[in-house]
């Protein structure tokens, strides 16, 4: 085999890597940089590849005639080595070289299973997602384990990985995750955060490869393989196959050419305002006062991707009295698109909340890009019982299983927090429902309850109260109070009962 001409620098690092199991940062990077070469890579694989064989050569009793070599040397590796695979995984996952190595290994390798024993990469958010094609389509909601690939026609999804990165794409967009610390963005946007400890997260596009030093940074690929790459925070290093490594900091953006030999890098300003950071809150705040008429509107323009039914709810939260909501309308540019004039209310009490969930209907065609603007009324109504001179809630705008979950969607277990109390809320298939307050029975919970859905709303009647309480789902772990001014509850998985 041809050593690599890096091959005084690349051997010191990879023994040290095999000896002590730990690289500084500024070590692990450098590795990373020689190793994008193929010749290097080659003599790194071949040597670990070797390496996992010494055990089998130890136990031998002919060990020295059976040692490893490299071009006719005998490669420097101790008796008393200590191998620590753990560490030669992280580095093979983070420069996505597990394909390349595996069969290197013998079955017996400590490596095995390591991928098993990792936390998983979950999807995390999605917003008016609508997928590319089947294949990259996850056969599952928000909180399930993510697909080695997601292709979206638009919309956005957040990944976060197990070690705590997390990658926000918008579609149109093919984005795969390619290891523990790896992913491949065929083209489309998206911005990736990178916490402390998970420095080294790396992005490979048609024309190279974007590794993290521990920032926020966001790319655009275009399909001919052009593509723009800015830094939020902190620094990136771009690597180009026979170019030179670029080093992007903090507010710092490029172009790079879509052709791969030219090395064409023109620097350009950072366009923050073109990359969605976050999938955007659902949550908005309204207040309003006695005796006044309000005027409710929020920007919803990052949650209207597509053509689809959409419900706005509007829930009391603080304050004595009734508010009364109507003229619910959604306008795109500042023309209407579609409105839910009907009359609701909201209060405290939750006999007095009636037909606070207003349905907004974006017909096909009008999900066009541009400015989304929820508008609303809302009064004090005076209530018997007093009002308090100022009355606040939220207004939580939804897309989805809102709509169209059914009764298989709603059962299992649901927990939440008021008051300083852990509730459970359990709606099992047979249509009963049990509440439970810090692990026991609830004495002032619904009595004989029983529950139902109907056009996508659970509906629960007890024999001991006098209203409908109701719920409704925003994804698949996150269950809403349409009635109540309780957080969300979150689905309680089968592996937290055990």
Known sequence: ??????????????????????????????????????????????MVGQESLLEDVFSSDDAEAKLPTVEGNIVGFSFLRLFTWSAVAMV?????????????????????????????????????????DAEGQPGLLDGGIAPQRLALK????????????????????????????????????????????????????????????????????????????????????????GQQTLSLLANQAVELSENATDGAVEAIPLNRDKFIRRVPTRDFRWEV????????????SHLVWKSSKYRAIFKWVRGGGIVQVQNVRLLHDGREVTVDNHVGT?????????????????PKGAAQRGQWIIEGELTVVP??????????????????????????????????????????????????VILLRDGQPDKGGFRDARWEVKGGELMIHASNVDFVEKHVLRDRDTLIFVDSPYENAKRKEISEEK
């Open 154 to 241: 638009s919309g956005l999804a957040e990944l976060t990985y197990g070690n705590g990165v997390r990658v926000t794409i918008e579609g149109p967009c093919d984005f795969s995750i390619t290891g523990e610390n790896s992913a491949k963005l065929e083209h489309g946007k998206l911005v990736a955060f990178v916490p402390s400890g998970a420095e080294g997260f790396g992005v490979d596009y048609a024309r190279g490869r974007v590794v993290d030093m521990g920032t926020e940074f966001a790319m655009d690929v275009a399909a001919s393989g052009a593509a723009e790459i800015g830094v939020f925070d902190g620094e990136v290093r771009v690597h180009r196959p």
């Open 289 to 300: 006062q006695n005796g006044a008429v309000t005027h409710f509107s929020a920007d919803v």
């Open 383 to 432: 209530d018997i019982k007093g009002t308090s001179k100022e009355l606040v809630g939220i207004m939580q705008f939804e897309e989805g299983l809102v709509s169209s979950a059914t009764t298989q969607d709603f059962i299992g277990a649901w927990t939440y927090s008021f008051a300083g109390s852990s509730y459970e809320r359990i709606f099992s298939p047979d249509g009963t």
């Open 92 to 132: 093979i996952f983070c420069l996505g070289l597990w394909s390349g190595v595996s069969g290197l290994l013998p079955k017996t390798t400590k490596l095995d299973g390591l991928v098993a024993k990792s936390l998983p990469t979950r999807v995390t958010g999605l917003v008016g997602v609508v997928w590319a």
């Open 1 to 46: 085999m041809t050593l690599p001409a890096s091959i005084n620098e690349l051997r010191p690092l990879a023994d040290k890597l095999l000896d002590s199991g730990a690289l500084s940062e500024e070590e692990s990077v450098r590795l990373s940089e020689l190793l994008q070469e193929p010749l290097a890579r080659e003599w790194f694989l071949e």
């Open 346 to 362: 909201t209060s405290y009490s939750k006999a007095k909340v009636v037909g606070n969930v207003y349905e907004l209907v974006v």
